[in-house]
Every structure is written in structure tokens, then in C-alpha cells.
């Protein structure tokens, strides 16, 4: 595998269900990224771990719970979720460095539909 | 806070011709970055090319460049000698220059999709 891979890359799921979102980056890179994309909406950024630092939008719901055991990994939790949270969710990572800007490298994404 | 704004919803060309796609900002900063992102039907985003605020000169990568107008918040992408796998959204991003946190995140406009037209 090379790059930033997700899965899965469909998710069905009800609003009573748990279920997590994966994320890989084979890169070393020191960043990873969580954007929900939705139609007609900008990219938006809901959570980023860099340097260890771990850093929220504040307009994420709770329902929704960021985990980077290390990393390479990134995972999104989902519980109770509602049919507007339905999206395609895309993980990205960089090189984060004091000098100079980092590219973001993005997986494919998880198509999400909340019924 | 830092707004990105892609007024073309979606934008045809002919293959071989050119097309400009427009994006503006708004920033308080005066150093930063700017990107243009590439997202095929179904595929994974792309960078396509990357400007510096700090720069003057205007970046190129083979087929695409782009006109930066500073003082205009001004940051177009031309693609020129269109060709059919250049269909696809095309989302511009801003990112600040400081380093750390969110500081990090781009900032992106709503895309323009692109048609080439055989």
C-alpha cells in the first residue's frame, strides 16, 4: 500500500449504530487529518493531530470521536449519527515543518449515508 | 477568518483550449499559501499546484498556471491544451503561514467542476 488509504470506502449505517472510520498513511509523515466533504459545501476540517497535538473544530459534534493511536493510524468513531452527517469523509496527512509549508496528501475517502 | 471563494459552479472547455478557473480570498495575513486541488469522479484529491504569497512570480506545472494577484485576492487556474483526464472538481485552498494546530488546515472553496468536451 503507498499513500493514505481508507476504509472502507462505503458505509451504510443507522443512527443507532457505532461504527469506525480507518485511516492509514504510509508516508511518515507527522500530521493526520479529518475533512468532511459535502455537495455544494467547502471541505471542512474537523480534526487534525500534529505533532501529538490534537486540535478539534468546535462545531464537530460529540457524536463523532477522533483517535490517533500513532502516527500512521487515524480513526473516526461514529455513534448515533444523523442523516445530515452523511458525507464523504476524507483523511489526509503531512510532513509538518517549522520552515516552509507542507503538502496534504488525501485518501480516497468514506462515502457515508446515515438512514 | 480566512475565506475562500470559487464563484464558477461548473465550467466546460473543448479539449486542446484553454480555461481559467477563478478563486478569491480574504485574509488578514500577508504571508501564506496557496493551493489548487484536483478531485476526479470518484478518485482521490490531487494537488495540482501551489502558490507562496511571499512569491511574485507566477507558478506553472507543465499545462497549469496560475495568476496571482495579491493585492486583488486574486488566485486563477489556467489549464491550457484541455484534455478529457483534466475533467474533474477543482478545489482552491488557502493555508496561513504559521506553523502548528490548526494552523495547518486548508481552507477550501466550494469547487468548480470541470467538463472537457471532446
Known amino acids: 500500500e503507498t499513500g493514505v488509504t481508507q476504509t472502507p470506502r462505503h458505509l451504510v449505517m443507522g443512527m443507532t449504530n457505532k461504527k469506525s472510520l480507518k485511516c492509514e498513511q504510509h508516508l511518515g509523515h507527522n500530521a493526520m487529518y479529518w475533512y468532511k466533504q459535502s455537495a455544494k459545501k467547502p471541505l471542512e476540517l474537523m480534526f487534525v493531530y500534529s505533532l501529538e497535538e490534537r486540535v478539534e473544530n468546535n462545531s464537530v459534534p460529540s457524536r463523532f470521536s477522533p483517535e490517533c493511536p500513532n502516527s500512521s493510524h487515524l480513526f473516526l468513531h461514529l455513534h448515533t449519527l444523523q442523516p445530515e452527517d452523511s458525507a464523504l469523509y476524507l483523511c489526509a496527512s503531512s510532513q509538518v515543518k517549522l520552515v516552509g509549508v507542507d503538502e496534504q496528501y488525501f485518501g480516497p475517502g468514506t462515502r457515508l449515508t446515515v438512514t | 477568518a480566512q475565506t475562500v471563494t470559487q464563484s464558477q459552479p461548473e465550467m466546460s472547455v473543448q479539449e486542446a483550449e484553454t480555461v481559467t478557473l477563478s478563486c478569491t480570498y480574504d485574509t488578514s495575513e500577508s504571508d501564506y499559501y496557496l493551493f489548487w486541488y484536483k478531485q476526479p469522479p470518484s478518485r482521490q484529491m490531487i494537488l495540482v499546484i501551489r502558490?507562496?504569497?511571499?512569491?511574485?512570480q507566477n507558478a506553472t506545472e507543465n499545462r497549469f498556471s496560475v495568476n496571482f494577484q495579491k493585492a486583488a485576492k486574486s488566485f486563477s487556474l489556467k489549464i491550457s491544451d484541455s484534455q478529457l483526464g483534466d475533467a474533474a472538481m477543482y478545489f482552491c485552498a488557502y493555508r496561513s503561514s504559521n506553523y502548528g494546530g490548526a494552523t495547518n488546515k486548508l481552507i477550501f472553496g466550494t469547487g468548480t467542476l470541470l467538463a472537457v468536451q471532446p
Open positions: 502558490q507562496e504569497a511571499y512569491k511574485q
